[in-house]
């Protein structure tokens, strides 16, 4: 049997690579693989909420085309964009 939080990751995780746009597959899909398992409690709940937003919306804060809302500028969202963020990584 899994637990309930492995079983909460692995739908997250199938979600993430599974947005509907190419380029959201692999935003929050290779952000999923490497960093979920490491994420707090209100984290989770965080991504799971950025997981219910249409794409369009989130391509355009992690891209910078628009300004991210105040509440979904949390530190996940932070942290998701930093991965992403070619110049100044944070992967490790």
Partial sequence: MHSDI???LRRLRFR?????IR????LMGRFADAKL???EEHELECFEALMELPDQEVFAWLTGQASVPKRHDTS???KLK?????????HA
């Fill in 6 to 8: 492995e079983i909460r």
């Fill in 16 to 20: 993430a690579w599974h947005r509907g």
């Fill in 23 to 26: 380029e959201m597959d692999l």
């Fill in 37 to 39: 398992a490491s994420l």
């Fill in 76 to 78: 996940l969202f932070r």
């Fill in 82 to 90: 930093s991965f992403h963020d070619h110049a100044h990584p944070l």
